[in-house]
Structures are given as structure tokens and as C-alpha cells.
């Protein structure tokens, strides 16, 4: 039997910790990684589905590999995730190429279902499934570089936005237990990691469908008193859950980098209500003052749709009004879609893909001026940089990240002078600063 695996994890980092487990579990029967897929025994495809853009990115995923099953039918295509979940049997139909399904709930028994040592359930049945939270004894290949991982703390979500498909594909929340968390932490914190990242739908509601004393407070007190990874990351933190003493817990405590990620997706009052959003545009600039004086050095990043049905622009100027009063240092905009089975589908007043397009542009072009203008505050500074490595743009370059850049969303630092090794954590003089990244040289010592 061939026992070379072939693996693509798409969507989020959520999803990414998922094909970790998978890996880990393949790897523990035999498999081995490789990077060509026409010298793989097993093709796999972790899918996202919570929007159609997603959805079709993994469709042509898919397609592409049933090629190398057409060339050699004794390789196995199996096809795991949230589109599994999403559209379930109507996907065994579709793509008869396909040897196997699995749904979010079934992931963790990927080896038994290969190998036909369980009955065989039903796609049918098995989307109905317990819901599944993994936990630390588990396998996992961590597939990111060594020195940064991320730590999903929950499953599902209790929040019901309008827009959002993920408490139907993903379920109700389950949150870890934090001795199980600390266990991976420490694990983590001793295989190297320096960057360590908190993942969930929303971070802010880890423990509420467990005991009182469990909280995101008392977990992230554990996690610095167990272990003495550098930097840890918090994504996503709803803005309904910010309280302040969330901000001075990051305020005394340097290791939890001042970054938040809070997603604000609109700031018009009537849009928020159709969205099924809990805040009000006075909240989020009381929320946003809150931070600044708080955290006064800290990046914040939030997230904007344009083109929900019923916005107008009027709409849209309160939108580049606040923005260009509160002057996030990262900001995401997307257009609204309409998705089967969410509520916001079946709102009047649909916005045209033109009218989105053009709203689109107008803040992206926006939030460009406003990120290169709040870069320019770290010119002539020094900043702690985790390097990645050689650099994608250019060999002759090195890349790496302050505390003000997550990985794989921000932008970076192109380091143009001095040698370290990836994982390393150094001082690094700031020279320029461009739209969304900066250059600088390492700090000389002595």
C-alpha cells in the first residue's frame, strides 16, 4: 500500500488546527508527507464552505486532484470539512470521484474510515454525529514553521449574525477544559514555539458552557504562569466581549501581544441591527476609546462588509467616518454575499455586485492611507521581530513580524541587514515604512 499523503488544508487557522489532528492521526498509522501529489496513496482535501467564494476554491481543489485519481484509481480522495458538512450527500452525488466523505464531527476517525475498520455510516448519518472537541491527547502535526503554532480553545458558536453559516456547519460552542489547554500549551512551549496563537470563533466566549471559575481571564493567567512562551496571540475577540479587564490583564502582561482583532463588521446602527449584531456605533467608539487608553501602544485590527442588503450611503459614510477617526492599523473589507439557508438572504433591498464592488474600493482605498500614515510611527524606532526566514519577495532578504502583525494576514518586516536563523527573536531598527509593511536592519549588539 502506498502510504504517502498528499494533503491541502483550505479556509482558516481554525481549520488548519483540524488538518493538524488529521495528520497527526496518518502519520501515527504510517503516512509520510509528500509534496507531489502524483507519488501520493492518499489525496486529501480539508475543506472550508462558509462562503461561496470558499466553496468553489475548494470544488477546483478537488477536481484538480481527481485528476492524478484518473491516472492511477488505486489512490484514495477524501474530502473532510465544512463544505462536507455544508452540503453533505448532495456532495457524494456530485463528485462520484470522491472515495470518501467526512464532516467536521467525523475528522478524528479518518484512519478507522480509510481502512473500513469501523461498519461504514452513512455520509447521512455521520453529519449528525456527536459534535467534536478535540483534546490534547490527540495526534497533531503542527504544519506551521516550528517556532509559531495556533491553539484552538473552543468548537462552534452560540452567536447567530445574520450572515453566518457557522453554528449550523460547525454546532453550538464547546470549549476545552483549561488543564487540557495548559497541557497543549506546555507541549507547545517545549517543542520551541515562540508565537503561540489562540483560535476560535469567538475567543471571548471560551467557558461559557462550562463552569463559572473558566474564563478567558483565568485561562490566559494559567497559560503565563505554565509556561514561558514569548508571545501569545489572542484571534478573534467579539466586541460585545472586550471588557477592561481583559485590557489590563494585556496591559500588565507583556507576553500577550497588544494586538486585538476585533470584528466590527459594520458601524451603522440599522445594519448592525439586520445583522443580528449586539453593539451600537456609540459601544464600539466607547470600546475603541476604552483600548487606546488602555493599551495606547496596541494594534488594532477589525473587519468591514460592504454591501449588506439595506445599506445605503449614508451608510457607507458613517463607515469612512469612523474610520477615519478611530484609524485602525488593519482592517479587512469584504462584500457581502448572499448564502443559502442565512437569514440576511431572504432581507429586501439587495445591493447590486457593482454597487459592492465600488463600496469595496472606496475603503480599501481609504484604509490604505490611513495604514501607511500609522506605519510611519515605528520609523526610526526599535521593534522585536520573530523572523520567519528567507524572505518571499527576495533571497537576499529576510522576513519576520512585530507584535503588531499576526501571521498570514498582516503585513511583515523585509529585514535588510544582519543574519539569524528562523524562530529567532531580535531587535530590529525600523527605516521605512510602506503601505502595510516595514524595513529595517537588525540592532547591532556591543
Known amino acids: 500500500m502506498n502510504k504517502k499523503l498528499y494533503m491541502i488544508s483550505l479556509g482558516c487557522s481554525k481549520n488548519l488546527v483540524d488538518s493538524e489532528v488529521m495528520l497527526g492521526l496518518l502519520e501515527k498509522d504510517g503516512y509520510a508527507v509528500t509534496q507531489e501529489p502524483e507519488d501520493a496513496g492518499l489525496l486529501l482535501v480539508n475543506t472550508c464552505g462558509f462562503i461561496g467564494s470558499a466553496v468553489k476554491e475548494a470544488i477546483d481543489e478537488i477536481l484538480e486532484l481527481s485528476r492524478f485519481k484518473k491516472d492511477d484509481p488505486t489512490k484514495k480522495l477524501v474530502v473532510t470539512g465544512c463544505l462536507v458538512q455544508r452540503y453533505g450527500t448532495e456532495l457524494e452525488k456530485e463528485l462520484p470521484e470522491v472515495d470518501l466523505f467526512i464532516g467536521t464531527n467525523g475528522f478524528h476517525t479518518i484512519v478507522d474510515q480509510l481502512y ?56 453550538k460552542l464547546r470549549s476545552r477544559t483549561i488543564a487540557d489547554l495548559t497541557t497543549e500549551a506546555k507541549r507547545l512551549n517545549a517543542e520551541g514555539v515562540k508565537e503561540l496563537t489562540l483560535v476560535a470563533q469567538d475567543l471571548l466566549a ?87 487608553r488602555i493599551l495606547p501602544l496596541a494594534a488594532l485590527r477589525t473587519t468591514m462588509m460592504v454591501g449588506f442588503p439595506g445599506e445605503t450611503e449614508n451608510d457607507i459614510t458613517e463607515m469612512t467616518d469612523f474610520l477615519q477617526k478611530h484609524h485602525f492599523e488593519h482592517l479587512g473589507v469584504f462584500a457581502y454575499a448572499n448564502e443559502e439557508g442565512c437569514k440576511a438572504a431572504s432581507l429586501p433591498d439587495q445591493i447590486t455586485e457593482e454597487i459592492k464592488e465600488a463600496r469595496l474600493r472606496k475603503i480599501m482605498e481609504l484604509q490604505a492611507d490611513i495604514s501607511f500614515t500609522a506605519l510611519q510611527k515605528y520609523v526610526g524606532g526599535v521593534e522585536q521581530v520573530l523572523v520567519e526566514g528567507l524572505s518571499r519577495e527576495s533571497d537576499l532578504l529576510l522576513e519576520g513580524r512585530t507584535r503588531y502583525q499576526a501571521p498570514d494576514i498582516d503585513g511583515c518586516v523585509y529585514i535588510t541587514r544582519g543574519t539569524v536563523e528562523p524562530g529567532a527573536l531580535v531587535d530590529v531598527t525600523i527605516t521605512e515604512a510602506h503601505t502595510y509593511d516595514l524595513v529595517g536592519e537588525i540592532k547591532e549588539t556591543g
Open 116 to 171: 473500513g475498520k469501523k461498519v461504514p455510516v452513512p455520509l447521512a448519518h455521520s453529519l449528525e454525529q456527536t459534535p467534536f472537541l478535540m483534546d490534547s491527547s490527540m495526534p497533531r502535526k503542527v504544519s506551521t514553521p516550528s517556532h509559531r503554532a495556533y491553539m484552538k480553545i473552543t468548537e462552534g458558536c452560540i452567536n447567530r449574525c445574520s450572515y453566518c453559516l457557522i453554528p449550523d456547519i460547525r454546532g
Open 206 to 292: 471560551y467557558g461559557i458552557d462550562l463552569e463559572k471559575q473558566t474564563n478567558p481571564i483565568v485561562l490566559l493567567k494559567q497559560l503565563l504562569a505554565e509556561t514561558d512562551i514569548p508571545w501569545i496571540r489572542l484571534l478573534y475577540l467579539h466586541p460585545a466581549r472586550v471588557n477592561e479587564e481583559l485590557l489590563h490583564l494585556m496591559a500588565a502582561n507583556p507576553r500577550l501581544v497588544p494586538y486585538l482583532d476585533i470584528p466590527f463588521q459594520h458601524v451603522s446602527d440599522h445594519i448592525l441591527r439586520l445583522m443580528n449584531r449586539p453593539n451600537t456605533q456609540a459601544q464600539l467608539i466607547e470600546l475603541t476609546q476604552s483600548i487606546r
